[in-house]
């Protein structure tokens, strides 16, 4: 490799995927010896940037200069070969090999005897970069025995064995805990130091301003500004991350919610939630926002009975209600959206009459027999009331697009007769013309006096379709809005900073 | 390879054996008497398939059934001679003890109840301790072997009364093939008339999307287990009545053809696919082929063989297809 000092520019960069526009030309730059931390939302592109800059994607215009030589990256080995190593939010490592084994993965010291691998020098080099950089790592432990934390050491030990120039850390933080988090910032300023190019990724936004040299905030595939971090303020990237306009892209809903269907006392769960308590009325949409693992999908799976409760009671209609399994749940006509659908949601190798029936056997009077032609009728009916499009209700679920998959699961719901909709993302990957269709329905719902929970990690969604909204930060309760009367920078500011007053 | 021609490959494989030994062997492959021979042969085999598709259908794996089917057979037997008021020692040294036909009867259904308890362990294993169906059977195929060996000292139980499942007759027909007839219709039925046959789907299909839909999927997986245990201990009796005897190292190595029958017939070891008419015809295409091999003199080690090539095979065809698919 060449001997390069890691300054990064990157040029006009442009990305599609299908009719996606993920990034337009995006121009970013980032000086050696310094930390560049990447903001914006979920879907704003950075980590799509940073994939490019990877190798993982290929921009379908635009150009790279590392230390001002164009470069092309084909695949992430180009971009390794010229000192740019991402370390990515779930780590990859074989778990039941070593530190030292992991980190020469695929390029292992030869020993002088053919077929050998030169342990002990593969050891000592990964000792020795240990020792250089104070990490108290033995390359002998197994890395199931390792925490989180030292796990992420591991990634970092392998992009310096690659004597890597330019590190993109995505969310390294998410899962550390706090005194693992303040270890990895002092490796972070370290490798800093040491004239090394850090881009990090993060939505917390105290760990991005204590840390950052500069700031960089992407919106919607955009560069909205870059900074010194020392001339902004949180509240001012905040606003620049969510400075969306609500267009009409939400359509409008008169807003008159009845009585509480449903309430939640104290829930808490083994580990993830702690006391949360709200009521949605009919006729209401409450939206629930807060960063990914926060908790937010956990009160879900807690009230549909897939995590048990370790704590907490459930009202339907005032009635205390007892839920152990999904099936209950659903008893009580109460539905999940789960967020994966593919893992969660659907079998995809069914047809979508069995995938919209799997729930409802009891309630459609075929609790013994199955009645092939009224489980026909019946997806008809209800594939029309979510307009979703199929060649036939036989035709395997896989065969449907994104968002009339998430149609077809509405669809289920619907025949469930279910009264309280969880919605956990349910707009996520699908196009912007279906995304519409599903708030269309939401509607609809709430207009038949449906009680819609919403979760959501956009901002602009949650303020477009919700009457309330709830503020999840690591695992409790820290918000309670009525959606007019309050801002997504206040809302994004509670789900994300720590705040020493609560 | 699409949708159509993969479902019928089997039937097409099944003529072909059926009409290669035609040719090959006419004098002695195509006689009635030999049809009717693979045919009760099938009807063991049939039975436990039947169980079997469901379980593979869900995504799981039964590989106790052999030793289950000589551990059934024992109990239905001695339970039969026991009730027949013969003292042990008769018992154990094979003495032939004569048998009433509510003995018989009896002796019948405590197999059967045998078997559901069997499968009932290994599904409450597979799901209590969330064990792989592999591990969990792997080694309940070792315990009730053993346990059979225990139960005479490794000699068998003698029934010889004991023999109307194997020559019996209803209408003309061979009782073993009306109660293969019988089973293949209502496991056939309730795989594709009832809930409980789209639970076993879709389990088979996302065991995760099966649970968050409200399946109980605990309980379909014991059911499942259960009723294959329960079609064992049938099967065990038809062995045990053609053999007069019942004797602990039956169905040794069984399990390779129930599953070669089933994944034949187009059930994906995945899980998620499959059809009870595929399971019928690839028990009869493993039956006719072990006959003709048997008929043009190969031994059973080359019929292992064979049958391994085309486990491998079916599954292989199964993956290219998928793959087309998608």
């Known amino acids: 490799m060449e001997n390069i000092t890691g300054q990064l520019r990157m040029e006009q960069i442009s990305k599609s995927f299908g009719p996606v526009q ?61 000192g740019i190593s991402m370390l990515y939010q779930e780590l990859d490592l074989a778990e039941d090999l070593t530190v030292y084994e992991n980190i020469y993965l695929g390029k292992e010291i030869q020993s002088s005897i053919p077929f050998l691998i030169n342990r002990d020098a593969e050891i000592k080099n990964t000792a020795d970069l240990c020792n250089k950089y104070g990490f108290t790592i033995n390359p002998n432990s197994t890395i199931r025995d390792l925490s989180v934390g030292d796990c992420q050491i591991v990634e970092l030990l392998k992009a ?108 808490a769960t083994e580990e993830g939630i702690h006391d949360i308590s709200f009521n949605v009325r009919r006729g209401e949409v409450v939206g629930m926002a ?110 449907l697009s994104g968002g009339n998959q998430q149609k077809l699961l509405l669809g289920r719901w619907l025949m469930a007769d279910s009264e309280f909709i969880i919605f956990d993302e349910p707009t996520r990957g699908i196009d912007v013309g279906a995304k519409k269709e599903v708030y269309l329905l939401l509607n609809e719902l709430v207009n038949q006096g449906k009680a819609i929970l919403i979760i959501s990690s956009e901002l602009p969604e949650l303020f477009g379709v919700t009457d309330r909204i709830l503020v999840i930060r690591r695992g409790r309760m820290v918000g309670d809005f009525v959606t007019k009367q309050t801002t997504p920078e206040h809302v994004m500011h509670l789900a994300a900073v720590e705040n020493a007053n609560e | 390879m699409n949708k159509f021609t993969k479902r019928l490959l089997p039937f097409c494989s099944l003529i072909f054996i059926i009409s290669l030994w035609t040719f090959l062997e006419p004098d002695t492959f195509f006689t009635r008497q030999n049809f009717e021979n693979v045919l009760t042969r099938s009807a063991t085999n049939g039975i436990m398939a039947a169980g079997m598709t469901y379980v593979i259908i869900a995504g799981g794996i039964d590989l106790s059934v052999g030793s289950m089917l000589a551990m059934c057979g024992m109990i239905g037997s001695v339970s039969m001679l026991a009730m027949s008021g013969a003292s042990w020692e008769q018992i154990s040294s094979g003495q032939n003890i004569p048998l009433s036909t509510t003995v018989m009867i009896g002796g019948t259904l405590v197999s059967i109840l045998a078997g559901a308890f069997c499968g009932f362990v290994n599904g409450k294993l597979i799901t209590k301790l969330r064990l792989a169906p592999f591990i969990v059977t792997l ?25 109307w499942l194997d020559i019996g007759r209803i209408a003309m027909i061979p009782s073993s093939v009306v109660f293969l007839f019988l089973v293949l219709v209502a496991a056939g039925f309730m795989l594709k008339f009832t809930p409980f046959g789209r639970y076993t789907y879709a389990i088979g299909s996302n065991v995760e999307t099966a649970f968050h839909a409200g399946v109980g999927v605990n309980k379909v997986q014991v059911a499942i287990y259960t009723l294959t245990g329960a079609f064992v201990g049938l099967a065990a009796m038809i062995t045990t009545s053609r053999a007069s005897t019942s004797q602990p190292t039956a169905g040794m190595g069984l399990e390779l053809d129930i599953i070669a029958a089933v994944i034949i017939g187009g059930c994906s070891p995945s899980g998620g696919k499959g059809t009870m008419v595929g399971t019928i015809v690839g028990t009869f295409l493993i039956s006719f082929l072990r006959n003709g091999l048997t008929i043009s003199g190969l031994s059973a080690d080359v019929q292992l063989i064979v049958i391994g090539a085309i486990i491998v095979l079916a599954v292989a065809a199964d993956q290219v297809a998928t793959k087309r698919q998608s």
């Not at chain 1, 379908?60 to 001002?68: A, H, L, P, R």
């Not at chain 1, 939505?203 to 955009?222: K, N, Q």
């Not at chain 1, 799976?301 to 048990?308: L, N, S, T, V």
Request: glycine share 8%; with cysteine; hydrophobic share 35%.
């Open chain 1, 290 to 399: 807060g960063l990914v693992g926060s908790g937010r999908t956990e009160v879900a799976r807690a009230i549909f009975g897939i995590e048990p409760l370790v704590k907490g009671s459930l009202k339907i209609s005032g009635q205390s209600i007892n839920i152990k399994h999904p099936r209950d749940a659903i008893e009580h006509r109460i539905a999940l959206l789960t967020e994966d659908r593919k893992r969660t949601g659907l079998c995809t190798n069914l047809p979508c009459s069995w995938n919209m029936t799997l729930s409802n056997y009891n309630e459609i009077g075929m609790k013994y027999l199955l009645n092939f032609n009224k489980e026909n009728q019946l997806c008809q009916k209800f594939g029309q009331k979510v307009s979703v499009k199929w060649l036939s209700s036989q035709s395997l679920a896989n065969s």
């Open chain 1, 22 to 82: 993920a990034l337009q030309n995006v121009t970013f730059c980032a000086k050696p010896g310094t930390v560049h931390a990447l903001c914006g939302e979920n879907g704003a592109g950075k980590s799509t940037l940073m994939k490019i800059l990877a190798g993982v994607h290929t921009p379908d215009s635009g150009n790279i200069y590392i230390d001002d030589q164009q470069k092309t990256f084909t695949n992430p080995k180009h971009a390794l070969d010229s």
């Open chain 2, 139 to 163: 080694g309940t195929m070792s315990i009730f072997r053993g346990v059979s060996y225990l139960m005479n000292n490794g000699k068998p139980f003698a029934v010889s009364d004991y023999e």
């Open chain 1, 160 to 267: 310096l064995i690659h004597k890597a120039k330019i590190i993109i850390m995505d969310e390294p933080t998410s899962s550390l805990p706090e005194a693992e988090a303040q270890r990895l910032f002092k490796i972070v300023r370290q490798l800093c130091d040491r004239g090394m190019t850090i881009i990090y990724i993060s939505h917390r936004m105290e760990e991005v301003m204590s840390l950052a040299d500069e700031i960089s905030v992407l919106r919607d595939g955009e560069i909205v500004t870059t900074v010194n971090a020392k001339d902004i303020d949180v509240d001012t990237v905040v606003k620049h991350m969510v400075g969306r306009e609500l267009k009409d892209f939400y359509p409008a809903r008169e807003s008159n919610p009845g009585e509480i269907l449903f309430e939640a006392d104290n829930l």
